[in-house]
């Protein structure tokens, strides 16, 4: 890559002395620079220089579940191979600065009230730093940046580009990245050097994080799982400085400059090495000091807005003016030269056309425009929405000549999709340069005689065969996002702030042109998919609706403006949590609101630069979810469909369908589909039969993973149809949404078969392989986002049951071999990839034929269990086929879910004890004591004793941390001794002592660790604690175990 560099420098030297053609006109021409454009013809003397001028972090987008990532990042933390940095997310716009030349930049745009907002408010984080010497440090920064070319990005948190979660009670910039562009592609700054960075400048630092090992990254997770529904800036703040290795307050307060609701925390992976380089940082460049405190700052952002209300024009003037000549000397790229054309549509579609066709001249343009040709192919365009919008550049107008032309290229992405699929196209071609947000390119079209044509030639083909030959090299490989930590983020965003913005702001336009049934459908859609807790969405259904008929009793049908909805939401959530301490925690904060209305920056044309409102005129999103009644028109198809395993029961399901006299109770024929039986592609076959019978109901009667739910989809719009997945209930596992008991008795189910059509069965030698290979379809998603996606996607869902609830474990030898099935899968398909049919021709196939074998022995051998905990196969297609009939009648209700969550909304830790085991030493103490038998004989223990836990810290009595302070022991066992039975008339427990874990001692937070197994009428099971002091007064019975009884148990989190 040296060399690369090494060439194109020469290269851009020898540009800088060459000889244009004799065709160049006048800079003072009169000629129109559109009509320069148009006139512009590529021939092979022709020439283009793209150069990056601004650019934020590329987006991320984790192609795994939340809980794979947060697992694969405490994993990193863990072996030491990575830090994990979080910061605090302000909620604001998005703005880049590159210098005075080379311009300031919003997220998807430049030169408008965005980038004329941005200008002042960093101008006025100059005079709040530096005081009288603003002026000139203003004038150095804008040296410093346009030499180096460099580019700095922000959050712009102001109250006057309309509303976020809570508007801010000043104006700020938070710095969040500082970038060096040079000649290459964008070099990010670390955070310890960001800090550094700011602190020389004096500019706005962001609150930050380090959590450098096992136990502070497990607790910071369990402390946000413990916040997420109603964490605001103080709590969740104090939270992670009590929890973090590092702690680093930025230089503007959260609840001092935008208040107490917070948008939400952002986590990455950074080096191991960033706690040290941070310590080092923090001790060479201390925090600097404020000179500008107590001087006259001027007028406010907030005060030049007010006095200036005539237009958008009038108030950039106005900004511009204000922030002065040393950080804005001129005004081109918002007001250009007056001719008029400086952003025409043509100007696009000319530009982008000659830039692609025109030779590159250096190296930072054949990889512009290698991005470029793979975004615009035809067959990429729908993977890749995006514009390339272009502009002229009016600080280069003087240089507008005929064969010298300078454009600006603005790559705006429309859809988060594109950076999915351009990411997955980085992973096939490491020397692709990253797609980055807010990317902005300076793009110059130029010819050059023959003779100096030569010369570029002859260094570009030396240029191009340096760079063909570094494409697989390290170097490239380990740059930027080829780091495997680089790909590891994640946002984790509070309740309280998306109440808000998605349910109350981006609802207004559901609400009031659909009503409150539709909003009512809206809100309940949105917390299902987040996973928000039962009881707040009973909470929140309550205050919505009153939200919902307060607003439009207020305006009627006349819509509130998103971006001023605060100035009635506000008032409405002050009044509500003033009413209870639980409406006070539904709510987080209320009340500081700032108006607004006479101060709100002109938005011509209604743009949105971050494009999280809703627009008005806007098709009404699909409002189908989990809790709507699904009714399938009768006058349209359906396709009934399964995303399981083999062995689920699909095929008896669909016989019995099929067999039922009355159908699904109307005249629609119904079909079945069944893969087994079906040579080459089955989907292309099912689409090809609904296009012939369109009102058939369709019973596509193969396994269905995700990577085929698009063209079940695209089945549905084509032939006017409702598609509805039918899965066996299972509690899944943290990456999967089947459970272990699930996989076993699928694969014993199959291994019973005989003749199966698909040879699927007792006779295949690789059975077991099958099933595993069909287990890792589903693999990356837990059982609550598998079910949301099917829910949201497709309008309803039925779950057949497969497994009792109140089933006893899966034997350890069954565990056992399944688990070490699922590692041999792992290293068999890194060995040579997925899908392939036939294991016992690759590098593992002993291995495979040994396990294949002793899987069929111990199934076998546990048949009993496996039978035992099997729901009865008649009951499960029953209700199966009731469910389906219940859809095609619209009296079908999607089931909620059944699983324990795994994260989020953590609202106390407890080690769990086995209830069964509970029950067995009760009887046994019965037996053969006879004031215990005394004391159990009128409780009925089967029906009252549920479960068993000690609780060691609740949220309500010890606060998040203590809670979070266990996450790093959960799901590890440690032994219990139960000493002692106390009882009472109202109540009963057993007295505890906790073991250790790793040789460290588990305490409680409670003063006596205890399990509560009975509680009479109008007792709560909290009020065991006062045990010890109702013995003291002779109120309670106490009988010692000697010795004490020592229980295995697992930590988990409630």
């Not at 650019?55 to 994990?84: C, H, W």
């Not at 400059?257 to 001790?283: C, D, P, Y």
């Not at 069929?856 to 048949?863: D, K, M, P, S």
Request: aromatic fraction near 10%; charge should be neutral; charged fraction near 25%.
């Amino acid at each position: 890559m040296e060399d690369v560099l090494a060439n194109e420098s020469i290269i851009t030297n020898r540009l800088s002395k060459l000889s244009f053609t004799e065709n160049g006109a006048s800079s003072h021409t009169p000629v129109s620079p559109l009509q320069f454009v148009t006139d512009f013809t590529v021939d092979n003397l022709t020439y283009s220089r793209a150069q990056i001028r601004a650019a934020f972090y590329p987006k991320f987008e984790n192609e795994k579940s939340d809980q794979e990532v947060r697992t694969r990042m405490i994993e990193m933390v863990s072996s030491g191979q990575a830090t994990l940095e979080v910061s605090l997310k302000h909620s604001g716009s998005l703005f880049m600065y590159a210098g005075h030349e080379s311009g300031a930049y919003a997220k998807k745009s430049y030169g408008n009230i965005y980038t004329a907002v941005g200008v002042f408010v960093l101008g006025r984080m100059f005079l709040e730093a530096w005081g009288v010497e603003s002026r000139r440090k203003q004038a150095e920064f804008n040296d410093f940046l346009e030499t180096n070319r460099m580019c700095i990005s922000m959050e712009l948190v102001t109250a006057v580009l309309g509303d976020h979660g809570q508007r801010p009670l000043e104006d700020y910039v938070v710095v969040t990245a500082v970038t060096e562009l040079g000649r290459g592609k964008p070099k990010f700054y670390c955070t310890p050097d960001v800090i550094a960075f700011c602190r020389k400048w004096r500019l706005p630092t962001n609150h930050v994080w380090l959590f450098s090992t096992r136990k502070s990254v497990t607790s910071f997770f369990a402390a946000y799982d413990a916040l997420c529904e109603e964490g605001t800036a103080t709590p969740v703040c104090k939270a992670l400085d009590e929890v973090a290795d590092i702690s680093v307050r930025g230089s503007k307060d959260h609840v001092k400059v935008q208040g107490e609701i917070l948008e939400g925390l952002v986590a990455r992976m950074v080096s191991h090495e960033s706690s040290k380089l941070t310590e080092k940082v923090l001790r060479d460049f201390p925090p600097p000091p404020s000179d500008g405190v107590g001087h006259d700052m001027g007028q406010s952002l907030r005060e030049i807005c007010a006095s200036n209300r005539s237009d958008e024009k009038q108030q950039i003037r106005a900004l511009l003016q204000s922030a002065g000549t040393a950080l804005c000397p001129d005004y081109c790229d918002w007001f250009g030269n007056g001719s008029g054309d400086a952003s025409s549509k043509n100007v696009d579609g000319l530009v982008l056309t000659k830039f692609l066709k025109a030779h590159p001249a250096d190296f930072s343009t054949i990889k512009l425009q290698e991005m470029i040709h793979l975004m615009r192919q035809k067959h990429s365009k729908k993977h890749f929405p995006a514009a390339f919008k272009c502009y002229h550049n009016f600080h280069k107008i003087n240089s507008l000549a005929s064969d010298n032309l300078d454009f600006k290229m603005v790559i705006r992405v429309h859809s988060d999709s594109a950076f999915r699929s351009y990411q997955k196209k980085m992973r096939d071609n490491p020397g692709l340069w990253p797609l980055c947000r807010g990317f902005f390119l300076d793009i110059n079209l130029f010819k050059v005689n023959e003779e100096s044509a030569g010369e570029i030639s002859e260094d570009s083909n030396l240029l191009t065969r340096n760079i063909n030959g570094s494409y697989g090299t390290s170097t490239m490989r380990t740059d930027g996002l080829a780091d495997e930590y680089a790909h590891l983020m994640i946002k984790l965003k509070f309740l309280t702030y998306k109440i808000r913005t998605f349910l109350i702001r981006n609802g207004l336009f559901i609400l009031f042109k659909h009503g409150p049934k539709a909003y009512n459908t809206y809100y309940v859609k949105q917390m299902e998919i987040w996973g928000t807790s039962t009881g707040k969405q009973q909470d929140l259904i309550e205050m919505l609706d009153e939200w919902a008929d307060n607003i439009r009793s207020k305006f009627g049908n006349k819509p509130l403006s998103p971006s001023v909805y605060l100035t009635e939401a506000e008032p409405f959530l002050e009044q509500y949590m003033k009413r209870s301490l639980a409406n006070q925690a539904l709510v987080g904060s209320a009340g500081n609101l700032v108006r607004t209305e006479d101060f709100l920056a002109i938005v011509e044309g209604g743009r949105d630069e971050e494009g999280d409102l809703d627009p008005a005129g806007r098709a009404l999103p699909s409002i189908h979810g989990p809790t709507v009644m699904d009714t399938v028109p009768k006058d349209e198809g359906l396709i009934i469909f399964f995303p399981g395993i083999p062995g689920c029961a699909k095929s008896a399901l669909c016989k019995e369908i099929l067999s039922a006299p009355e159908g699904f109770g109307d005249n629609r024929p119904v079909h079945s589909l069944m893969g087994d039986l079906i040579k080459g592609r089955y989907w292309e076959k099912v689409a090809d039969e609904r296009k012939r019978k369109p009102y058939t109901i369709t019973l596509a009667d193969k396994n269905a993973p995700n990577k085929v739910w698009r063209q079940i989809e695209d089945m549905c719009r084509s032939t006017r149809a409702s598609a509805v997945p039918v899965v066996p209930d299972s509690e899944g596992t943290d990456s999967n949404p089947f459970s272990l008991d699930a996989l076993a008795v699928f694969i014993f189910r199959v291994l019973q078969r005989v003749n199966h059509p698909g040879n699927l069965d007792k006779s295949s030698p690789n059975a077991g392989y099958v099933l595993l290979m069909f287990y890792h379809l589903y693999e990356g998603k837990n059982r609550s986002e598998f079910d949301s996606e099917l829910s949201e996607r497709f309008g309803a869902l039925v779950k057949m049951p497969s497994l009792k609830a109140d089933r006893t474990p899966l034997p350890d030898p069954v565990k056992s071999v399944l688990e070490e099935g699922i590692n041999l899968y792992k290293l068999d398909t890194n060995r040579h990839g997925r899908s392939r049919l036939q294991p016992t021709k690759g590098s593992y196939a002993k291995e495979w034929t040994r396990w294949e074998k002793r899987l069929r022995e111990i199934l076998f051998g546990n048949a009993e269990h496996l039978n035992s905990i099997q729901v009865p196969f008649d009951f499960a297609i029953k209700q199966g086929l009731e469910q389906l009939r219940a859809i095609a009648k619209g009296e079908y209700k999607t089931p909620a879910r059944t699983e324990k969550r795994k994260f989020g909304n953590i609202v106390f830790a407890a080690v769990t004890l086995p209830v069964t085991e509970i029950r067995s030493l009760l009887a046994k103490l019965a037996e053969c004591n006879p004031k215990a038998n005394e004391f159990l004989k009128r409780k009925d223990m089967e029906y009252s004793l549920k479960r068993a836990h000690v609780t060691l810290a609740h949220k309500r009595s010890h606060g998040a941390t203590a809670v979070a302070s266990y996450g790093v022991f959960v799901g590890q066992q440690v032994p219990i001794n139960l000493t002692a039975l106390l009882f009472s008339d109202k109540t009963a427990a057993l007295e505890a002592q906790l073991g250790s874990i790793n040789g460290e001692k588990i305490t409680s937070k409670n003063q006596w660790p205890h399990v509560t197994i009975w509680t009479g009428e109008g007792a709560a099971a909290n009020d065991a604690n006062m045990f010890p002091q109702l013995l003291s007064e002779g109120k309670a019975t106490r009988l010692d175990f000697d010795p004490p009884i020592t229980i295995l148990s697992v930590l988990e989190f409630y």
